[in-house]
């Protein structure tokens, strides 16, 4: 979360204070500073906090610049009053960025003062609908959002990350800038932090586009949802575990920071339905269903009701495949427990595979490992084609050191899921990919190390939807 400090006057910044409440307002906070108010209508009162005073004043200025600003917008009309107001902020602010729109011309060797001539703005414009004059980048198209420029900055899930591993559906990455110079978007080219990137594809779609790109870490189960839903069915999971297997999911909802819903079907000892209910609190929700409804459509309900960003079972409800087939169909985040501890477990395992579906949920992968605090491992078994392979280690590698993640590359010529079975506790990651849902037996022979998750069922297993 950004603060802005806006600091304005007149019809200028009363139109661009509604085109800011009209877009994107949920992750910023803005500080309008003006001499005379003015009255805001449809206005978040908790993104926009409004002050009036003279911003020439050292004093009043100096008060609000104790607090951490991202960048300082300033829409004044008169040279002297944006003279005096920049002096004021360089006075507690050294290196603050500071944006300013005027149609004078500002003389600053300052490079953290970056001038918008309003004057150039409008002429640049009007060049648009003169005949046989080539239209200029920033209005190329439609001019409804069909062209996007995005700075990727260090944070964003999209860097170190391969063009061919990011999903691209209505939507394209049509060109990288980086260091000031063109780069084609190939296949095989990685992203790095600070490229720009030139997206072209529905309106819609780069909006959220954007807020992916610009999403930093630490926001996980989001985007998928916002709180964590433990389904237990009675007929199927072990009562006499089921205590426990809340109090992991407790430990869960604390480590996310997130509100847990404890969904429960066919209720059928009474005393234990009493022992869940004691776990309700004010972040833990308990809901016990004693109808005969569809699953299907009960779960359904409560993710949309609850906005649920992770779904929480136990290893009996995820070994039954018309589970596995329901739990799919969502296409959220699911995390199987095992009767191993949570409290205790450090570290997060991947076994690579010649897929790249694994690089498309690296972000969530860093964003779970940075809140649950534990290490990322990389098994590459060495027996198998290694091209695709090396490219997911540069980009984890890549991104462990952008995020100062440890991460430990396991290299063998060892069966992994074998070597695996032999410890004593971890979390395997794997993408929710059409192969979880398949019969078991379908799979005893495969050779893809997704296909045999279940080989590897003692241990916490979370499975992302790709």
């Not at 996310?256 to 209910?277: G, M, W």
């Not at 191993?340 to 570290?347: A, F, I, Q, T, Y």
């Not at 045999?452 to 992302?464: E, G, S, T, V, Y």
Request: with cysteine; hydrophobic share 40%; charged share 25%.
């Amino acid at each position: 979360m950004k603060k802005i400090l806006i600091i304005g006057s007149g019809d200028v910044l009363r139109r661009f204070i509604d085109k800011i409440s009209q877009s994107y307002t949920s992750d910023n906070i803005y500080y309008i500073v003006e001499s005379s108010a003015s009255n805001y209508e449809h206005i978040n009162q908790s993104r926009f906090k409004f002050f009036e005073f003279d911003p020439t004043s050292h004093y009043k200025l100096a008060n609000i610049l104790k607090m951490d600003f991202f960048q300082v917008m300033i829409m004044l009309d008169r040279p002297d009053d944006i003279e005096h107001t920049i002096k004021n902020i360089r006075l507690e602010k050294k290196h603050l960025r500071i944006v300013v729109l005027s149609e004078f011309e500002l003389h600053q060797d300052d490079p953290n003062i970056i001038a918008v001539n309003s004057n150039d703005l409008l002429s640049y414009r009007m060049l648009d609908f003169l005949p046989n004059i080539p239209v200029v980048a920033q209005n190329v198209g439609l001019g409804e959002g069909e062209i996007m420029e995005v700075m990727v900055p260090f944070g964003s899930s999209f860097i170190y990350r391969h063009i061919s591993a990011i999903e691209q559906r209505e939507w394209r990455i049509a060109a990288i800038y980086r260091n000031q110079e063109l780069v084609l978007p190939y296949q095989t080219r990685m992203i790095h932090p600070n490229d720009v990137l030139l997206l072209i594809g529905d309106p819609k779609i780069l909006k959220s586009v954007y807020m992916g790109i610009k999403k930093e870490l630490g926001q996980f189960p989001e985007p998928y949802g916002t709180n964590l839903y433990l389904f237990i069915d009675m007929l199927a999971d072990n009562l006499l575990l089921l205590d426990e297997l809340i109090d992991k999911a407790k430990y869960l909802r604390g480590k996310f920071k997130k509100k847990l819903y404890v969904r429960v079907v066919n209720p059928t000892d009474l005393a234990v339905i009493q022992e869940i209910k004691k776990h309700a609190s004010l972040d833990v929700q308990v809901e016990i269903c004693y109808d005969d409804v569809a699953f299907n459509e009960l779960i359904r309900s409560d993710i949309k009701s609850f906005f649920i960003g992770l779904i929480v079972v136990s290893k009996e409800i995820f070994c039954h495949k018309g589970c596995r087939d329901l739990f799919y169909e969502f296409k959220i985040p699911l995390l199987k427990l095992s009767n191993k501890d949570v409290e205790g477990l450090k570290d997060g395992v991947i076994v690579l595979s010649d897929s790249r579906d694994i690089e498309k949920i690296s972000s969530s992968i860093f964003d779970i490992s940075q809140q649950l605090e534990y290490n990322l491992e990389l098994y590459n078994y060495l027996n198998e084609h290694q091209e695709v392979k090396e490219q997911m280690i540069e980009h984890f590698t890549n991104l462990a050191t952008n995020f100062t993640k440890k991460i430990h590359v396991e290299n063998s010529e060892k069966n992994p899921i074998k070597e695996l079975s032999k410890r004593d506790n971890f979390m395997q990651i794997l993408p929710f990919t059409k192969h979880i849902t398949r019969k078991r037996s379908l799979s005893m022979l495969s050779t893809n190390s997704d296909k045999l998750f279940f080989k590897l069922d003692d241990f916490h297993q979370l499975f992302i939807p790709i």
